[in-house]
């Protein structure tokens, strides 16, 4: 695993970027003709969703590296993306919810891609759950990877099963289909959260190889004899 | 091929052998539907709109009992560890227990279709493609059921593990099962039967090719 630098250069450019978009999007943007400042959420909303389901696209690639080349390294890079996509759709729900009462009326839709978040949540979530549970770090990296690669692939089934039962959500927002006023400040949040989502990324891996490592290491001798240097007493 | 069958028989005969709790089980998964009914109400018509959501979400919850004993025989003295070193595949040792797990599902949920007649008064004429609804609900249960029961089985916790993995997953197996059920009792003017069928074995075909492929992996160490 690299231990450089770049991944907290990341994080800050993404702090500051977020930071940037967030306050033009509030500040400096011009509210929206219907929903007022209701909308001005989707600075950070639409950024969310995009980030989110990137970095759950992300593990899953990872997953298949881990099963295909071994190595306990793409495991600490799957538990870094399944970390950041949990959380990052997590915020999107809420996110979501904030929006919908307002607008909707109500704090929560049966709607396709608020439910398959919702179940996205629950199915990467569960094998973060899954990962406490197992002691063994080579069956943690297996199972992990086996349970990824089967949550992503019934994203679709889930959101097409969804969508035929129920649909309320508007089309998504890309720069097709909103105002030039609005442009900017969502492209800068969207490269904000991407700069802040990969080097979190980046840290956790680092911290679940580290965390490994410690698993790994021979554990220390009960007690230190009398006399004898305290070098030996250290962990190779 | 010759290993599937020889594992299939295996798991039938367990499956036999603990007859008494698969009956705790058809208990569980009967008392979960007078359950429903308290919590909605006396209304017999609301009761019976309701019938085919309650039915699946009994026996989903009654499946995660099957489900997590279903790899306990091999889970104790290292039984699968013997298993592995048989020349049967490890893909043959999937697919006999997920087929005997469907096998136990679809008897649980054939047992649970009486209980809801009785309890919320959705009786149908149309019982055959009922009972296909309801074997293409417990093969879609059983599929990613099994592989995750292989892997919960050996990890702590195995029973809250077991719910929270496979729940989110088989979401779309109870959409299409209620919505397909509901269809044949109430009527189907719309002619929707056949796309939540479609979407019921587009799950299946999926998952038993997926899990199928995946499981000498889980296994393997």
């Known amino acids: ?236 | 091929m010759k290993g599937l069958w020889a594992a299939l028989r295996k798991d039938l005969l367990l499956q036999w052998r603990t007859r008494a709790q698969a009956a705790a089980v058809y208990a569980f998964g009967a008392s979960a539907l007078l359950l429903f009914s308290f919590a909605v109400g006396p209304q017999a018509s609301l009761l019976r709109e309701q019938a085919a959501g309650f039915l699946w979400l009994g026996l989903m919850l009654s499946s995660t009992l099957t489900l997590a004993e279903s790899f306990q025989a091999e889970a104790e003295q290292h039984a699968l560890e013997g298993l592995l070193l048989l020349p049967a595949s490890p893909r043959a040792l999937y697919y006999a227990k997920a087929l005997a797990n469907t096998t136990a599902l679809f008897l649980l949920g054939t047992g649970l279709l009486p209980m809801m007649v009785i309890l919320y008064d959705a009786a149908t004429p149309r019982v055959p493609p009922l009972l296909g609804i309801v074997l293409l609900g417990s093969a879609g249960l059983s599929a990613p059921g099994t592989l995750y029961a292989a892997m919960t089985a050996q990890a702590r916790a195995r029973q809250t593990l077991l719910p929270l993995l496979l729940f989110p997953l088989v979401v779309p197996v109870l959409l299409a099962s209620v919505k397909a059920t509901s269809l044949i009792i109430h009527g189907d003017p719309m002619g929707q039967l056949g796309s939540w069928t479609l979407l019921l074995t587009c799950f299946n075909v999926i998952h038993w090719s997926l899990c199928g492929l995946l499981f000498e992996r889980v296994v393997e160490d």
């Open chain 1, 1 to 236: 695993m690299p231990r450089g630098k770049l991944p907290y250069y990341s994080v800050a450019l993404g702090a500051l970027l977020l930071l940037w978009g967030s306050t033009w999007g509030l500040f400096f943007a011009p509210a929206e003709t219907y929903m007022g400042d209701v909308q001005r959420i989707m600075y950070v909303h639409v950024p969310t969703a995009w980030n989110g389901m990137l970095a759950l696209t992300i593990a899953f690639f990872f997953a298949v590296l881990s099963l295909w080349k071994g190595g306990l390294d793409w495991d600490a890079r799957l538990e870094g993306a399944l970390e950041v996509g949990v959380v990052l759709c997590t915020l999107l729900c809420m996110q979501g919810a904030i929006w919908a009462k307002p607008t909707w009326g109500v704090w929560w839709d049966w709607d396709p891609r608020l439910t398959t978040t919702a179940v996205l949540v629950f199915a990467f979530g569960g094998i973060l759950a899954l990962r406490q549970f197992v002691d063994d770090p080579v069956k943690r990296a297996t199972w992990s990877a086996v349970a990824a690669i089967i949550a992503f692939a019934d994203v679709p089934i889930v959101y097409f099963s969804v969508r035929w039962w129920n649909s309320l959500h508007q089309v998504q927002s890309t720069p097709a289909t909103v105002s030039r006023a609005f442009h900017w400040p969502l492209r800068i949040n969207a490269f904000g959260i991407l700069f802040l989502m990969s080097g979190l990324i980046a840290v956790r891996a680092r911290l679940a190889a580290l965390r490994r490592e410690d698993e790994l290491a021979p554990p220390l001798p009960a007690a230190v004899p009398h006399g004898a240097s305290l070098a030996q007493g250290v962990r190779p």
